[in-house]
């Protein structure tokens, strides 16, 4: 069974440039998280979708974050534009069911906003 | 905020056992103790987890005490490939997220 695959692995932008992450979750998991983990600290969640609706966005920075889910299948992060505090690695994740039993997370995506 | 509180570090020799403690001191009846770990520049992977009996499976052992208040992970006998940030997490077992505090950093050492 495929695992959870995120790109680009790594990724070095400018302050106040754009960036966006991809996401392929396990093949028939309805629900995707996004995580946010600044060094030194455990994932934070951002964001929880079930299928491609929203559940839980309240962690979300809004103005400058944004999330999709088209199809109920891939995902894709945004942040527009970037900030220094922003640089971090993003994990994706997603599990059979909503808030379900476990979860299983992407290998990371690695942001340095210079 | 995390409901659990864990020492940030510990070195445990390569082929002993290593012993991860939590304390959950405010962990309610129906929440259960889950145990994931985070490898160098990997996502958190699950190893386990449990309500009040003590669980095994191939990759380790949880001990829960008697009150629940705390806990012990168990890797029988540790490899280097052991090295990473162990996170303990109290929840319920659907319909709340993972709140993932800083973790045990645990060192294998040949």
């Known amino acids: 069974e495929a695992g959870v695959a995120q790109s680009p692995r790594y990724k070095i932008i400018e302050k106040r440039q754009s960036v966006a992450f991809w996401c392929n979750p396990i093949?028939?998991?309805?629900?995707l998280y996004w995580y946010q983990q600044i060094l030194g600290q455990g994932p934070k969640l951002l964001i929880q979708?079930?299928?491609?609706?929203?559940?839980?966005d309240s962690q979300l920075p809004k103005d400058r974050f944004s999330a999709e889910r088209l199809k109920g299948v891939d995902s894709t992060l945004k942040i527009q534009p970037a900030k220094l505090e922003d640089s971090a690695v993003y994990l994706c994740?997603?599990?059979?069911?909503?808030?379900?039993?476990?979860?299983?997370f992407g290998p990371g995506t690695r942001l340095l906003v210079l | 905020d995390a409901k659990t509180t864990q020492p940030p570090s510990m070195d445990c020799a390569e082929g002993r056992a290593a012993n991860l403690p939590c304390n959950h001191s405010?962990?309610?009846?129906?929440?259960?103790v889950y145990w994931y770990r985070q490898i160098h520049s990997q996502g958190p992977q699950y190893i386990i987890h449990?309500?009040?009996n003590n669980e095994t499976n191939e990759m380790a052992s949880l001990i829960i005490t008697e009150d629940r208040k705390s806990s012990t992970l168990i890797l029988p006998h540790a490899t280097l490939r052991d090295t990473a940030v162990y996170y303990c997490?109290?929840?319920?077992?659907?319909?709340?997220?993972?709140?993932f505090g800083p973790g045990t950093r645990l060192s294998v050492l040949p």
């Open positions: 994740a997603s599990s059979p069911r909503a808030r379900g039993e476990t979860q299983y």
């Open positions: 093949s028939g998991h309805a629900t």
């Open positions: 979708f079930q299928n491609n609706g929203v559940v839980d």
């Open positions: 405010t962990i309610s009846g129906n929440e259960y």
């Open positions: 449990g309500l009040k």
């Open positions: 997490i109290v929840r319920l077992l659907y319909g709340q997220n993972f709140v």
